[in-house]
């Protein structure tokens, strides 16, 4: 099986300033990998490097086996429809509509008649769970649960195969943040979607991912299950994992978990 991203020799330094020093990243069809670590650890540059949008001092970043550096920019236009990125604040266009914010995408391309868009954006909108009513609005109108399911439409409007998520949580009170996390795994097992996810919550951490990368110290400290990652004994994965927080969200899978002196 071909991996969905590989990453190999990475490194990132800005002056005198390593972020990344040697590190190797392989994400295989159809998993969640969260990318986790402290401030300056090096995580959302690592997500803007696979994404293209920065390229490493060295090293290589492969999404679907092709280069993301050094390729001609048609062949990278490809590759790009084939995934969607959700960014932490959403990212929606203020001047324009629900309707329109989905749509862009699609028009971009210009190999679609509206009512091809019409179509999958209301068939979008259904998939996150936003009444088609609320089409017409525009974004300052919505709430912040709104905005990231509308955003999250926005990100699956070219049916891509690979789906970034910056902190697909992040301000969103208790009960919203566990209705989006149920969506992204119900999308996740419906679409067979591959998932690299930037969060520092616990809780969608621990719901979500097959794997755990945790940059430490310019490194990956740790690549592997949430078992195998809190089984490692660093300052990082004990105040992290193994705090009250981290406790209180390890406790609904403790039964699978032996827990026993990591405290």
């Given amino acids: ?74 062949l990278l236009h490809k590759i790009r429809k084939r995934w ?28 679609f008649d509206e009512d091809f868009i019409r179509d999958m954006v209301l068939l979008k909108l259904d998939m996150v769970d936003i009444e088609r009513r609320h089409a017409a609005k525009m974004p300052a109108d919505l709430s912040g649960g709104m905005i990231k399911r509308i955003a999250l439409a926005r990100a699956l409007v070219l049916e891509p195969e690979l789906v970034f998520l910056d902190e697909p949580t992040a301000g969103l009170d208790p009960d919203r943040s566990e209705s989006f996390v149920k969506l992204i795994r119900s999308l996740h097992e419906t679409l067979n979607l591959t998932v690299v996810m930037v969060t520092h919550d616990l809780d969608t951490l621990v719901s979500l ?9 310019q ?12 089984a490692v004994r660093h300052p990082f994965i004990l105040n992290f994992f193994l705090g009250e927080r981290g406790l ?16």
């Fill in 1 to 74: 099986m071909t991996p969905v991203i590989e990453v190999a020799g990475l490194w990132t330094q800005f002056g005198d300033h390593v972020v990344h020093r040697d590190l190797n990243l392989t994400v295989m069809p159809g998993e969640v990998v969260s990318l986790v670590g402290g401030s300056g650890s090096g995580k959302t540059t690592l997500m803007r490097q696979i994404l293209g949008l920065e390229r490493p001092t060295r090293g290589t970043v492969k999404v679907f086996g092709i280069p993301l550096h050094g390729s001609n920019a048609q």
């Fill in 84 to 111: 969607g990125v959700l960014f932490q604040e959403g990212a929606l266009y203020s001047a324009l509509s629900v309707f329109d914010n989905i749509a862009l995408p699609l028009r971009e391309l210009r190999a």
């Fill in 209 to 217: 991912s097959d794997k755990i990368a945790v940059l430490a110290e």
């Fill in 219 to 230: 490194k990956l400290i740790v690549y592997g299950t949430l078992r195998e990652a809190i």
């Fill in 248 to 263: 209180r969200a390890l406790s609904a899978v403790a039964a699978t978990i032996n827990l026993n002196g990591k405290h």
